[in-house]
């Protein structure tokens, strides 16, 4: 009887230890202008953008993150406020 249940701490003490890691080596070899590309297409570039005005793709982009942060923003706004959450004390002087 009491080898079975130092068996069975045994057992269960096994499934806490941790998981052998094997590192991989791994080469990263990013294009600037490929990030978020696919592989068969390419680059989604529909209206040319890229071939016409490369000065202002990069700034075409940075826009998009901002804008895109600023929505992560509004929706959480509009979460706290449709669920009655109310901070107290005025936010003009």
Same mark, same amino acid.
């Given at each position: 009887?009491?080898?079975?249940?130092?068996?069975?701490?045994?057992?269960?003490?096994? !499934?806490? @230890? #941790?998981?052998? *890691?094997?590192?991989?080596?791994?080469? +990263?070899?990013?294009?600037?202008?490929?990030?978020? !590309?696919? @592989? #068969?297409?390419? *680059?989604?570039?529909?209206?040319?953008? +890229?071939?016409?005005?490369?000065?202002?793709?990069?700034?075409?982009?940075?826009?998009?993150?901002?804008?895109?942060?600023?929505?992560?923003?509004?929706?959480?706004?509009?979460?706290?406020?449709?669920?009655?959450?109310?901070?107290?004390?005025?936010?003009?002087?």
């Amino acid at each position: 009887m009491k080898l079975a249940i130092a068996s069975l701490l045994f057992a269960s003490a096994a !499934a806490f @230890a #941790p998981a052998p *890691v094997n590192k991989a080596a791994t080469a +990263l070899n990013v294009n600037e202008l490929e990030i978020g !590309a696919t @592989a #068969p297409l390419g *680059v989604y570039d529909p209206l040319g953008w +890229l071939d016409n005005e490369p000065e202002s793709f990069e700034r075409r982009r940075a826009v998009e993150r901002k804008h895109g942060r600023v929505c992560m923003a509004a929706v959480v706004g509009n979460i706290v406020h449709n669920n009655h959450i109310v901070f107290d004390g005025y936010l003009s002087p």
